[in-house]
């Protein structure tokens, strides 16, 4: 069973930076695809940003690119979510997800089959 705990989130000013710790633990945690999922109040949670677990894959969606950085620290099975340039739009509960990946290449992390944190909120005022 792999654990996940996520930290880093807060109040940050529009166009600030963040940055989100999730750190994973389990006897299977090296072999997990992890990434970042959102949701705002009112809205349906959705994918922000994924890392294959060899860390040589990444993906993210078209609102947060050139803006957010997803990368991976293997040795600490940690990731993490560098976000820049903020704005009011990204305010959400940020979840860490991961899901294991028999290639490690894979970043597709999909609701039914994923390991999920606790959320950290980010919120950014105007």
């Known amino acids: 069973q792999v654990r996940l705990v996520e930290s880093g989130g807060g109040l940050v000013q529009a166009g600030g930076s963040l940055r989100l710790s999730c750190a994973a633990s389990?006897?299977?945690?090296?072999?997990?695809?992890m990434g970042w999922f959102r949701q705002a109040p009112g809205k349906e949670r959705e994918f922000v940003a994924a890392?294959?677990?060899?860390?040589?894959?990444?993906d993210y969606t078209d609102s947060v690119k050139g803006r957010f950085t997803i990368s991976k620290d293997n040795a600490k099975n940690t990731v993490y979510l560098q976000m820049n340039s903020l704005i009011p739009e990204d305010t959400a509960l940020y979840f860490c997800?991961?899901?294991?990946?028999?290639?490690?290449?894979?970043?597709?992390?999909?609701?039914?089959?994923?390991?999920w944190g606790q959320g950290t909120q980010v919120t950014v005022s105007t």
């Open positions: 389990g006897r299977t945690a090296s072999r997990h695809a």
């Open positions: 890392i294959s677990w060899n860390r040589y894959s990444t």
């Open positions: 997800a991961a899901q294991y990946d028999t290639t490690g290449w894979g970043t597709r992390i999909s609701s039914e089959n994923a390991v």
